[in-house]
C-alpha cells in the first residue's frame, strides 16, 4: 500500500506564536489577563478584529495543535499519515516591517529545518517561508540559503508577493532565483475577498464565506493574474501547487481561455498595445506543465474537477490541519474523512489513481521515494 502524504499541513511555531503574541493588531494572539483559563485567540483575518465584539470572542481558540509538533506528529498517527510537508500557516511574514523580516524568516526556517531533523526519517518536511518585506536582494538570499536545508520541498507564498500581487514586474528576480534553484512553489490564500462582497450579515455566519468562497476565489485571481501576465512564459519551468485544488479554476478555466481568445486589446508592462497576450500557451496548457493541485476540496466533485484541469499524476491530498478541528470532542477528523472518502469516491475502482492522489504523486514530485516507509 502506497503511504499517506499530506502536502497541505500547517503549524505556527514556537517563535511565530511568540511574534504574535507581542502584537496588538492583525495578526496577533490575544490572551486575556482577567481569565486565565480562557483560550488564546488567534486573530488573523481582518474580518477576524471587529472593534464591536470583544476581544476574547475574535477569531478562533487555538490550542497546542496549532504549535505543537508532538500533536502533529499524534494527528499523523491517528489518521495513518506517514509523511507530512508542513508549511507556516497564513499570513506568514507579510505583515512584518523590512528591518526585521529576513531574520525573522531565518529563525522560523531553521526552526521548521530542526523539527523536521528531529523527527523520525521520511516522517516530516517543510515548505519555507520567504521574507517578502524585504528588499529583492535579501528576498534571493533568502532562497539561496533555503535551498542548502536538506528537508525543505519548496516554499510558501501568499497572494500579495511584494505588496503589488503575484503578476508584479518587480517579482521576476525572485520567480527567476526559484526557478534557478527548482523549487516548487505552494500558493495559498489568506486575504480573501473584500468584506463588502459578502454583505451586512456576513458575520451571522462565521467564516464561512471567507473560506468557502473567499480564499478559493483569492488563489484563482492570483493564479489568472499570473498567467496573464505571462509569468509561465518567462519562467517556463516554474512549478507551483494551488491551494484547495486551485480555488475555482478547474471550473473557470475555459471561461478564462475564451476571455483571452475574444479579448481585442491587450498592453504590456508599459501600457503599449500588442498583438495578443503573448504567454506562449493557452492556460490549459500551463495546467498540464506548471501546475499541481492540492485535494483540499472535501467532495468528490471536486477531486474530478482537478483531475480534469491538471491530470491524475497532478492531484495532491492534503488535510488543511490545524484548521477545521472536531467540534463535539470526537477523535477523528471529519475534514480528513471527507477529503480522504472524496478522493476514494472519484476513482471507484482505479486503485492505481486513488494511491496516486494520496501518496503516490507527492513522492515523485517532492523527490520522496526511497525515504518515505511503505
Known sequence: MVPLVDVHTHIYPPSYISLLSTRSKTPYIYQSTSSSSSPPRLIILPSDDD?????????RPIDESYSSITNKLSFMRQHSIST??????????DFLPPSIAVSTATTINDEMESICLQSAPGTLYFFGTLPLSAPVADIISAITHLATLPHLKGLILGTTGLGAGLDDPNLDPVWQAVEKASLLLFIHPHYGLPAEVFGPRAQDSGHVL?????FPLETTIAFTRMYLSGVFARYPSLKIILAHAGGTIPFLAG????????????RDEQGRVVEGKGDGGSVWDILRKNVWLDGVVYSSVGVMAAVEAVGKERVLFGTDHPFFPP??????????KMNIEAVKGAFGN???A??????RNAIELLGLEGRTEV
Not at 472593534?51 to 477569531?59: A, L
Open 210 to 214: 471567507p473560506l468557502s468562497l473567499g
Open 327 to 336: 467540534l463535539g470532542g470526537e477523535e477523528e477528523w471529519a475534514s480528513v
Open 354 to 359: 486513488m494511491e496516486g492522489i494520496l501518496g
Open 84 to 93: 507530512s510537508v508542513i508549511s507556516l500557516a497564513n499570513p506568514w511574514l
Open 51 to 59: 472593534s464591536s465584539v470583544p476581544p476574547s470572542s475574535r477569531g
Open 255 to 266: 471561461r478564462i481561455e475564451s476571455c483571452v481568445l475574444h479579448e481585442r486589446v491587450f
Open 350 to 352: 482505479d486503485v492505481k
